[in-house]
């Protein structure tokens, strides 16, 4: 079951690490930084904006 992100949520939210804003990625329920190369999950309709709870997107890099 997907939930639903708050569009206005979504617009004030940015990286924690580099404060630059985020891209949401429905499909995976996630908020991506692409300067930062993490993806902030988000449980329940609530991103997770923890950097320990991040995926780092590089280690997915070099996996393909």
Do not use: N, W
Request: glycine share 2%; charged share 40%; net charge negative.
């Amino acid at each position: 079951m997907t939930h639903e992100v708050d569009p206005k949520l979504l617009e004030i939210l940015v990286c924690p690490l580099t404060h630059k804003p985020l891209r949401y990625d429905a499909e995976k329920q996630e908020l991506v930084s692409e300067q930062a190369k993490l993806a902030f999950p988000i449980r329940d309709g609530i991103p997770v904006m923890l950097i320990d709870e991040a995926r780092d997107l590089e280690d997915e890099d070099f996996k393909k």
